[in-house]
């Protein structure tokens, strides 16, 4: 199974609404990334949160990490239809191991 | 701006073809990487290399081989493509950090390649 795993799957949300996913991993880490995927592109980074921070801010994202859990969310406040993508969570060093992400999808 | 670019973003070959695809960074990095997405089963990391002349083989390398002659430029090979190797194929760079540190990534627009 994967290291980081994201929960939903999916998710439909309105326009303005806070979007709010979830990752599992199952070993320690030294660091967690969410990255985002427009529909049949590259992705691209988000945001990196170290394991020994709890919280962290970016614009509109905020990211927290329970290494306890081994869990990570990113939540998207205030969303828009832009915001519509693929949302991944990743870990380890080299061999870096993305989950299957959540789809989210902004209506306008 | 940084930029991974991908020597085609669709590509059809056959069966039993040698299939070559390219990947340049502009942004000096050490490490290349070369993953395969497939729906349902997210990024699988394919081959990745830390430096010139330098490969190591990810969590699915059976069917594929890479070659990195210079920094700037990673390759995958299908030595022969075949059915199950229709996939959209992700190249990604990064500078190296301190052990244990992972640095971004920075990814290529994609290539899907579809063989028939």
């Known amino acids: 199974s994967q290291q980081g795993e994201e929960d939903p799957q999916a998710l439909s949300i309105q326009e303005g609404e806070n979007a709010t996913m979830n990752c599992s991993y199952k070993?320690?880490?030294?660091?967690l990334q969410w990255y985002r995927q427009n529909s049949g592109r590259g992705l691209v980074h988000l945001i990196l949160i170290r394991s020994n921070e709890r919280e962290k801010h970016s614009g509109r994202l905020r990211v927290t990490l329970d290494t306890s859990k081994k869990s990570s969310s990113l939540l998207i406040t205030a969303s828009r239809a832009a915001d519509t993508a693929s949302y991944f969570c990743a870990t380890g060093g080299f061999k870096t191991i993305f989950g299957a992400g959540t789809r989210l999808f902004v209506k306008a | 701006d940084v930029k991974v670019t991908q020597s085609s973003r669709y590509l059809v070959k056959r069966t039993g073809e040698k299939v070559f695809l390219e990947c340049v960074q502009d942004?000096?990095?050490?490490?290349m990487f070369w993953y395969r997405q497939d729906p349902g089963l997210g990024l699988r990391l394919i081959y990745f290399?830390?430096?010139?002349?330098?490969?190591e083989k990810g969590d699915i390398p059976e069917g594929y081989s890479v070659s990195r002659e210079k920094k700037e430029r990673f390759s995958l090979i299908l030595e022969s493509a075949s059915t199950n190797q229709t996939s959209m194929y992700l190249c990604a760079s990064s500078s190296s950090g301190l052990a244990g540190v992972y640095n971004e990534q920075f990814f290529g627009p994609g290539t899907r390649l579809t063989v028939l």
């Open positions: 070993t320690s880490i030294n660091n």
């Open positions: 290399s830390y430096d010139v002349k330098m490969k």
């Open positions: 942004m000096d990095h050490e490490n």
